[in-house]
């Protein structure tokens, strides 16, 4: 149990676009879900804590208007990144959490801006 | 807040060797501390967690980690290092307010 997915695993696209990544709990309702992101040989920083039906908590630094987060439902969270540049570029990482401590990871998504 | 941190970014050991990768975490109450593996593309797979309990604690692919209170540690530990254990890893601490974070990772080479 405890399954999380994303979608789409990889995704190109041009300079001043936008990128919606889905986040989806399969076998259980997240009451939290989390956004990371990770750039090469580094560790993850958490981009935002989004609880279902509020608006998402930011982390400092991080552009609430560039990086939109919606979490609509129980099981799913949604991630756009908003006008797209080649510094946006990175492996984007969401969690979910149905109880206190224990986040399950999704396998990822690369995102990379041309 | 909470942090942790991983002193050695690469370590390589041989097949067969032993291992141990150091965390070191900072955080006023008790820590919920984790280990996680990452190879290269991938998303992060749980290796083992420690909310409470015996201190000693025994996770997948035969890795144990030991929580040390008094050195606030949490160092993983496994007797003998096969090739396919070669991979990231991240130690990771939560915290009251259900946030994680995450050290910087330590980099596994394993030589044949």
């Known amino acids: 149990g405890a399954v999380v997915s994303q979608h789409p695993s990889r995704v190109i696209c041009k300079s001043g676009t936008s990128v919606k990544i889905e986040c989806r709990s399969l076998d259980f309702q997240a009451t939290t879900m989390f956004w990371y992101r990770q750039f090469p040989k580094q560790s993850l920083m958490l981009m935002a804590t989004?609880?279902?039906?509020?608006?998402?908590?930011?982390e400092q630094g991080v552009e609430k208007d560039k990086f939109l987060i919606n979490h609509a439902s129980l099981t799913l969270s949604t991630l756009t990144v908003t006008s797209a540049h080649p510094e946006d570029s990175s492996f984007y990482i969401c969690s979910a959490r149905n109880q206190p401590y224990e986040q399950y990871f999704g396998p990822g998504t690369r995102l990379t801006v041309t | 807040a909470q942090s942790v941190t991983q002193p050695d970014i690469h370590i390589t050991v041989s097949e067969g060797a032993s291992l141990e990768l150091r965390c070191n975490y900072s955080?006023?109450?008790?820590?919920?501390l984790f280990w996680y593996v990452q190879s290269p593309g991938q998303g992060l797979q749980l290796l083992l967690k420690?909310?409470?309990?015996?201190?000693l604690v025994q996770g997948i692919k035969g890795f144990e980690a030991e929580f040390k209170r008094s050195q606030s540690s949490f160092n993983l530990r496994k007797p003998s290092v096969h090739w396919s254990d070669a991979a990231e890893y991240f130690c990771?601490?939560?915290?009251?307010?259900?946030?994680?974070?995450f050290g910087a990772g330590t980099r596994l080479t394993v030589k044949p």
């Open positions: 989004s609880n279902e039906g509020s608006k998402a908590t930011y």
């Open positions: 955080y006023g109450a008790t820590p919920y």
């Open positions: 420690y909310f409470s309990g015996d201190t």
């Open positions: 990771a601490v939560g915290a009251d307010n259900n946030d994680m974070r």
